[in-house]
């Protein structure tokens, strides 16, 4: 597809499993963001890569976050031993990584911690 | 550092009025982008409007127009004659010119048009 895939869409998992979850960017695009979203909330950063530049990891939250990216292709967010606070939509956007180029979004994945 | 302030959390008109979302932003950057997204209750946001800092022209795209002035840092976005499926959380967000490039974001504004 064109635009940015994430999956899966919707993730119910247990407290204290891990949870890995994908996203796959528009072809070309250097620079990739993970962000969370919890219910009725605004965007939390969490992560950004952009090409091959040590990625900013300062919004991560804790040691049980983590995320990877292959190149300039897909990436990977997991997160260790879940907590019910960790419940949120996860959203991943890329942008060409050009100065000033707008971010395009995924329609992120809904992780509920039960 | 830099900051979006939107303080305007939620909004409700009824259809066909006019509404301005506000958008306050700081930096200490020279140039800087600024953006305009929608959410609507679907989740998927959409990208709306870049703004380069040294263009100070403002936009109009059909009911939807910006107001961008350095003098006050704002970057305001209004939507004439409101409709139904303009109902959405709308996002501003700022990045910098710099090597970190992370976009920085507004908590949102709330717009319910209602019938």
């Known amino acids: 597809g064109a635009g940015v895939s994430q999956s899966p869409s919707n993730k119910v998992t247990e407290k204290g499993k891990d949870v890995e979850l994908r996203c796959d960017p528009i072809?070309?695009?250097?620079?990739l963001y993970w962000y969370r979203q919890r219910l009725g909330q605004g965007l939390e950063f969490l992560i950004y890569?952009?090409?091959?530049?040590?990625?900013?990891k300062s919004g991560l939250p804790s040691d049980r976050f983590s995320a990877e990216r292959t190149g300039e292709s897909v990436s990977t967010l997991t997160i260790q031993r879940t907590q019910q606070e960790d419940s949120a939509v996860y959203l991943c956007?890329?942008?060409?990584?050009?100065?000033?180029?707008?971010?395009?979004f995924g329609q992120g994945t809904r992780l509920t911690v039960v | 550092a830099q900051k979006v302030t939107q303080a305007q959390t939620e909004i409700s008109v009824v259809e066909k009025e006019d509404v301005t979302l506000d958008c306050v932003y700081e930096?200490?950057?020279?140039?800087?982008?600024l953006f305009w997204y929608k959410q609507p209750p679907s989740g998927e946001l959409v990208f709306l409007i870049r703004?380069?800092?040294?263009d100070e022209q403002n936009e109009i795209s059909g009911r939807y127009s910006w107001n961008f002035q350095k003098s006050t840092s704002s970057f305001n976005f209004t939507i004439t004659a409101s409709q139904v499926v303009d109902s959405a959380v709308y996002f501003c967000?700022?990045?910098?010119?710099?090597?970190?490039?992370?976009?920085?974001w507004g908590l949102g504004t709330s717009l319910a048009v209602n019938p």
């Open positions: 956007a890329s942008s060409p990584g050009r100065v000033g180029t707008e971010a395009f």
């Open positions: 072809s070309g695009h250097t620079a």
């Open positions: 890569f952009q090409g091959n530049s040590a990625p900013d």
């Open positions: 930096t200490r950057d020279t140039t800087y982008y």
């Open positions: 703004r380069n800092s040294f």
């Open positions: 967000a700022l990045r910098g010119a710099g090597n970190n490039r992370k976009l920085i």
